[in-house]
Nanobody
Framework: QVLLVESGGGSVQTGGSLRLSCTAS?????MGWFRQAPGKEREGVAA???????TYADSVKGRFTVSQDNGKKTLYLHMNSSKPEDTAMYYC????????????????????WGQGTQVTVSS
């Protein structure tokens, strides 16, 4: 059983910043952030593996930064220049193998998920 616990969500105004954290109960080779807005499908936001390779959705490139602290078994998402369309429940996910670039932001790739943390960006 792998437990993932997210934290750091909250409310921020347009243009503001937040830092999300996800701590895993055990080491995971690949981890990712996903989000789901009401009435929409869950989508990949950013992913990082233990070598430091990162992948971003086009909608967040240049605004969000993902990083992984292997020693702390923690994944971070630094959200800058936030927009109202970033409002969603953000979920952390983990996989225990290297992932190809095309799979890193796919929901079906990951088998372990956190409970989510809400992010609300107001205009």
């Amino acid at each position: 059983q792998v437990l993932l616990v997210e934290s750091g969500g909250g409310s921020v105004q347009t243009g503001g910043s937040l830092r999300l954290s996800c701590t895993a109960s055990t080491y995971a080779y690949s981890m990712g952030w996903f989000r789901q807005a009401p009435g929409k499908e869950r989508e990949g936001v950013a992913a990082c593996d233990s070598t430091g390779r990162t992948t971003y959705a086009d909608s967040v490139k240049g605004r969000f930064t993902v990083s992984q602290d292997n020693g702390k078994k923690t994944l971070y998402l630094h959200m800058n220049s936030s927009k109202p369309e970033d409002t969603a429940m953000y979920y952390c996910a983990a996989a225990f193998r290297p992932l190809s670039v095309e799979n890193r932001l796919l929901v079906a790739t990951y088998h372990y998920w956190g409970q989510g943390t809400q992010v609300t960006v107001s205009s």
